[in-house]
């Protein structure tokens, strides 16, 4: 690595960052312009648009916040929080913890519910919670990457609205790759990530809010805890006031835009319908292999399998063959699942039947020389048979 950068080229099949699509890779390396230059401001207005498209909303306040996916947690949270606000939130993973984690440091009186890890929360459990007292937001995670578990959010709103609340989701995972109906839903406000079903690489945080979202953050008493995610300055950016905040990360904008052109070109549904036989196809094939996921039948997530390694397989050293001997990338288990679980990604470009066969096929090899039994080829078999069903 002297003169020139080689990264390896690897199929990236774990939780995030998920494979790239070459539009985007080119689109990040075309010319920088200026953060006020009249063609950069064109490329915001068409970006918004798009993330609107992508997230089902007319939300006007709907950008992309620089950072990442956490970034787009802690944006939401800081911006709607003032010191001493109560706010819910539902953990069953880490990334509901991690919220916890934030809405704490942002100043909220925080209380917490749980489920074990890979189940997920009824609406009645999160009424009860409410019936206690009242909050100024409820957070949930819509798709637990740490547990692979699908939080149904359809039914939520109503319960959180009744209760005086805002109702906050992440969809850093989700958005992409199932249903994320904001409007619909009635969502106030919502977080995204670049580098999951979008596929773009890390660096963006998407977000959207509602009016009544908005109208909380301009009644504020306490000026935002951060400068940098302050959404009153920000939107004076975004906005038609073009007022200079920080210099945008111009050229992961392009790349941001290019993936949702992709998105749009594809179509939403159809690239639902494509994260769900893909994730179907590699539940045959890894049931064949004896493996079981850990998440809740039922609530399983399209996009992000994690499934329990089998008594007697070696964790690391499946995984460091997955990667050296067949260039694949999948995830290690994450806190309570570390040491027993695997995280297998079939995320926006990832998630193609080639990947999934490339994927079986390689797992099965390298099982079977552990020792651990399987009919050799009995997984790509069970896999095509989902394809062939199609
Ligand atoms: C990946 C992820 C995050 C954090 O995103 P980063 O891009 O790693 O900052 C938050 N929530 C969920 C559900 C995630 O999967």
């Known amino acids: 690595?002297?003169?020139?950068?080689?990264?390896?080229?690897?199929?990236?099949?774990?939780?995030?960052?998920?494979?790239?699509?070459?539009?985007?890779?080119?689109?990040?390396?075309?010319?920088?312009?200026?953060?006020?230059?009249?063609?950069?401001?064109?490329?915001?207005?068409?970006?918004?648009?798009?993330?609107?498209?992508?997230?089902?909303?007319?939300?006007?306040?709907?950008?992309?916040?620089?950072?990442?996916?956490?970034?787009?947690m802690e944006a939401t949270i800081v911006n709607l929080i003032e010191p001493g606000d109560p706010m819910l939130v539902c953990v069953n993973g880490v990334f509901g913890g991690r919220m916890a984690d934030v809405a704490g440091?942002?100043?909220?009186?925080?209380?917490?519910?749980?489920r074990p890890w890979g189940e997920v929360f009824t609406a009645q459990e999160i009424e009860q919670a409410l019936s206690q007292r009242s909050f100024k937001v409820v957070g949930i995670v819509m798709a637990e990457t740490s547990t692979g578990a699908s939080q149904p959010i359809q039914e939520l709103a109503d319960v959180v609205?009744?209760?005086?609340?805002?109702?906050?989701?992440?969809?850093?995972t989700s958005l992409g790759g199932m249903p994320v109906e904001v409007d619909q839903w009635g969502i106030d406000a919502i977080y995204s990530g670049t580098q999951k079903c979008l596929s773009c690489p890390p660096?963006?945080?998407?977000?959207?809010?509602?009016?009544?979202?908005?109208?909380?953050?301009?009644?504020?008493?306490?000026?935002?805890?951060?400068?940098?995610?302050?959404?009153?300055?920000?939107?004076?950016?975004?906005?038609?006031?073009?007022?200079?905040?920080?210099?945008?990360?111009?050229?992961?904008?392009?790349?941001?835009?290019?993936?949702?052109?992709?998105?749009?070109?594809?179509?939403?549904?159809?690239?639902?319908?494509?994260?769900?036989?893909?994730?179907?196809?590699?539940?045959?094939?890894?049931?064949?292999?004896?493996?079981?996921?850990?998440?809740q039948e039922g609530h399983q997530l399209p996009m992000l399998n994690a499934v329990r390694i089998p008594s007697?397989?070696?964790?690391?050293?499946?995984?460091?063959?997955?990667?050296?001997?067949?260039?694949?990338?999948?995830?290690?288990?994450?806190?309570?699942?570390?040491?027993?679980?695997?995280?297998i990604g079939?995320?926006?470009?990832?998630?193609?039947?080639?990947?999934?066969l490339l994927f079986l096929a390689s797992l099965e090899q390298i099982l079977m020389s552990q020792g651990h039994a399987a009919d050799a080829g009995a997984s790509v078999a069970a896999a095509n048979q989902v394809y062939a069903g199609q």
Request: charged share 20%; proline share 4%; glycine share 10%.
């Open 161 to 172: 609205h009744a209760a005086g609340g805002l109702l906050l989701v992440d969809a850093v």
């Open 1 to 72: 690595m002297k003169n020139s950068l080689q990264p390896p080229l690897r199929l990236l099949m774990g939780p995030g960052p998920s494979a790239i699509h070459p539009r985007v890779l080119a689109a990040l390396a075309k010319p920088t312009v200026g953060h006020l230059d009249p063609f950069y401001l064109q490329v915001m207005d068409e970006l918004q648009g798009m993330l609107r498209t992508a997230f089902r909303t007319e939300n006007h306040l709907t950008m992309a916040i620089s950072g990442t996916g956490s970034a787009g």
């Open 346 to 356: 079939l995320m926006g470009h990832a998630s193609r039947q080639e990947n999934v």
């Open 312 to 343: 007697g397989v070696d964790d690391k050293e499946v995984r460091g063959r997955l990667l050296k001997e067949f260039g694949i990338e999948i995830g290690a288990g994450l806190g309570e699942f570390a040491g027993k679980a695997w995280r």
């Open 105 to 114: 440091r942002a100043g909220a009186d925080v209380t917490t519910i749980s």
């Open 203 to 295: 660096g963006l945080a998407p977000i959207s809010l509602n009016t009544k979202a908005v109208e909380v953050i301009m009644s504020r008493k306490s000026k935002v805890q951060s400068w940098y995610l302050d959404l009153t300055m920000l939107a004076n950016y975004w906005g038609q006031d073009r007022v200079y905040h920080h210099t945008a990360p111009i050229n992961m904008t392009y790349g941001l835009l290019e993936a949702l052109s992709l998105l749009q070109e594809e179509g939403l549904e159809a690239a639902w319908q494509r994260h769900a036989l893909n994730h179907q196809a590699l539940k045959a094939g890894l049931s064949a292999l004896g493996i079981q996921f850990a998440a």
